[in-house]
T-cell receptor, first 113, second 116 residues
Framework: AQSVTQPDIHITVSEGASLELRCNYSYGATPYLFWYVQSPGQGLQLLLKYFSGDTLVQGIKGFEAEFKRSQSSFNLRKPSVHWSDAAEYFCAVVGYNNNDMRFGAGTRLTVKP | EAEVAQSPRYKITEKSQAVAFWCDPISGHATLYWYRQILGQGPELLVQFQDESVVDDSQLPKDRFSAERLKGVDSTLKIQPAELGDSAMYLC??????????????FGPGTRLLVL
């Protein structure tokens, strides 16, 4: 079965600095990958997804992610972080021909003024 | 923009009591999911419905948890009796569910359960 690892439990960046959140997946075939964001006490909001095609995908709120098959990674990036980006970020993977979504443990982002 | 609705948003109960959560998916979405999210972890699937039928409930603790979606629209998740370890966020999600393609799941705001 597919699985996801988010190596960083907590990351702190300064407002205006760039951001990269790491995500590694394990799956034997073509994965379908997602990034969700969760503000405290709230549900999950979809940031972006990768199904096929261009390996660099653009999402909402200025986020992008790059699928690298050779590294089994799908890292999330943002060139300039805003204080409102402080939240928990989850990477998720779905295997081909099923909707069994597996989430990573999440990375909590703190933004310093 | 259509959203997944859940209620209540917060629930405090004592152990051994019964609790129920309600979810109304985005209109037209045939597939509905219930997830449990323990603090500090990612969501884990409890049960998946396609219309009114259960597709996957392999991770649902069936001795105390039950879920139904009688008319294939809204859904109820019940816990009876609640245990201390059930304290978590319960998330509902829905997707179109009209094909074999991988679909995006849209999540509701969740119900935060605290069992005392």
């Amino acid at each position: 079965a597919q699985s996801v690892t988010q190596p960083d439990i907590h990351i702190t960046v300064s407002e205006g600095a760039s951001l990269e959140l790491r995500c590694n997946y394990s799956y034997g075939a073509t994965p379908y990958l997602f990034w969700y964001v969760q503000s405290p006490g709230q549900g999950l909001q979809l940031l972006l997804k990768y199904f096929s095609g261009d390996t660099l995908v653009q999402g909402i709120k200025g986020f992008e992610a790059e699928f690298k098959r050779s590294q089994s990674s799908f890292n999330l990036r943002k060139p300039s972080v805003h204080w409102s980006d402080a939240a928990e970020y989850f990477c998720a993977v779905v295997g081909y021909n099923n909707n069994d979504m597996r989430f990573g443990a999440g990375t909590r982002l703190t933004v310093k003024p | 923009e259509a959203e997944v609705a859940q209620s209540p948003r917060y629930k405090i109960t004592e152990k051994s009591q019964a609790v129920a959560f309600w979810c109304d998916p985005i209109s037209g979405h045939a597939t509905l999911y219930w997830y449990r999210q323990i603090l500090g972890q990612g969501p884990e699937l409890l049960v998946q419905f396609q219309d009114e039928s259960v597709v996957d409930d392999s991770q649902l603790p069936k001795d105390r948890f039950s879920a139904e979606r009688l008319k294939g629209v809204d859904s109820t998740l019940k816990i009876q009796p609640a245990e201390l370890g059930d304290s978590a966020m319960y998330l509902c999600a829905s997707s179109l569910g009209r094909g074999i393609e991988i679909e995006t799941q849209y999540f509701g705001p969740g119900t935060r359960l605290l069992v005392l």
